[in-house]
């Protein structure tokens, strides 16, 4: 069977976050997706089958780290509707049957892909005990993002303390389902973003996600609400990097990116 990897949130290839997609007639047993998503080891690989006509959904997509499926992936989500576009499989807006529900995907005119996630849900809580020493910086503040992507969002000082963190993955998976969302303000606008993250997440394997489509769905209202804006663009300034324009519509989020196809190739086993 086919199997490409696609780097998605980029316009270029050796940019932004790879993922594994693979369209299948349906899905096999689960110890074998994992598997192939071991072997693959991205952040994610995506599986997707065609779903019958006339349902609420053209596709079912699932999600695997190398270690675990998750409920939610923005990423291998814009790089599956990638594979279908510039392929020809499918033509127009696509509906995804997900564990997150129906997720929809919406090729634009510039080639870039839309994609329309639930909002994430923003709890203010207390910064853990320990998680400064294990971040290697002092949060202002932390917010819980809900069962959906497992995270704990910790705003802190400045652009320049987020993109120097080296932190202890170890001790950190012990503060989260997932991970660690790390976000500022941006410096300086004029740059072409509004804020900055960075997404460590240990306990499903992934140390450092080069961008997250996912965690955008709470960064999207986190930054909305502080910068009075609903549009914005967010830079996951790990070392690949990538920007996600966000669009903040109450309790959905849109994420917009580009993707490209830099590998694809047969999958025999």
């Not at 299948?24 to 997707?48: C, G, I, R, S």
């Not at 917009?256 to 999958?267: K, M, P, R, W």
Request: proline content about 7%; glycine content about 10%; some cysteine.
């Amino acid at each position: 069977m086919r199997i490409r990897i696609v780097d998605a949130f980029s316009d270029r290839p050796f940019a932004g976050n790879p993922a594994g997609v693979l369209l299948l007639d349906a899905f096999p047993e689960d110890e074998w997706l994992q598997k192939v998503a071991m072997e693959v080891n991205h952040a994610e690989t995506a599986f997707a089958h065609p779903l019958p006509a006339g349902g609420e959904a053209d596709w079912a997509l699932r999600w695997f780290t190398p270690v675990a499926e998750v409920a939610m992936c923005g990423h291998a989500t814009l790089a599956t509707a990638h594979v279908l576009h510039s392929t020809g499989v499918h033509e127009g807006p696509v509906r995804f049957a997900t564990r997150s529900g129906v997720l929809l995907a919406t090729p634009g005119d510039d080639g870039s892909v839309t994609l329309d996630f639930p909002t994430a849900p923003l709890t203010p809580v207390e910064v853990p005990d320990g998680v400064a020493e294990a971040l290697g910086a002092q949060p202002l503040l932390a917010r819980d993002t809900g069962p959906n992507i497992g995270d704990l969002l910790l705003e802190l000082a400045d652009e320049k303390t987020v993109l120097g963190l080296a932190p202890d993955l170890r001790a950190l998976g012990a503060h989260s389902e997932r991970g660690i969302i790390a976000t500022a303000r941006a410096e300086d606008p004029a740059r072409g973003y509004d804020f900055v993250s960075r997404c460590f997440f240990p306990n499903v394997g992934i140390d450092e996600d080069p961008v997250t489509g996912s965690a955008h769905t709470a960064l999207a209202p986190f930054w909305s609400e502080r910068l009075g804006r609903t549009g914005l663009t967010g830079l996951q300034a790990s070392r690949r990097s990538g920007r996600v324009r966000t669009e903040l519509r109450g309790d959905r989020t849109l994420l917009s990116g580009h993707a490209v196809t830099v590998i694809d190739g047969e999958l025999i086993a």
